[in-house]
Nanobody, 123 residues
Framework: QVQLVESGGGLVQTGVSLRLSCAAS????????MGWFRQNPGKEREFVAA????????NYADSVKGRFTISRDNAKNMAYLQMNSLKPEDTAVYYCAARFYLIDTIPADFGSWGQGTQVTVSS
């Protein structure tokens, strides 16, 4: 298993940018595809973006395509989510997750999760 810690959330206004970071420790980071998900109270966890082990395959939810960019640095054991043109509907707790080997978009397929970081976008 890999341990994950997110950072970078906060309270921002509509239209600004934030970058979330996910620090990984434990087993070989490059063995894991990484994903970002978000969740609001009373709602299911929602897929945001995912990146394959070496970054050659990337998926985005339609709601963030063109605004968010997922990336990773295997040398630093880090994953990132650059969020531009933020909207109030992007408000949620954002989670970093790791899935062994294969890229995926389904939360239940990810075995390791961070504690989450709150992003609040005010209108």
């Amino acid at each position: 298993q890999v341990q994950l810690v997110e950072s970078g959330g906060g309270l921002v206004q509509t239209g600004v940018s934030l970058r979330l970071s996910c620090a990984a420790s434990g087993r070989a980071f490059s063995s894991y595809a990484m994903g970002w998900f978000r969740q609001n109270p009373g709602k299911e966890r929602e897929f945001v973006a995912a990146i394959s082990r070496f970054g050659n395959s990337i998926n985005y939810a339609d709601s963030v395509k063109g605004r968010f960019t997922i990336s990773r640095d295997n040398a630093k054991n880090m994953a990132y989510l650059q969020m531009n043109s933020l909207k109030p509907e992007d408000t949620a707790v954002y989670y970093c997750a790791a899935r062994f080997y294969l890229i995926d978009t389904i939360p239940a397929d990810f075995g390791s999760w961070g504690q989450g970081t709150q992003v609040t976008v005010s209108s």
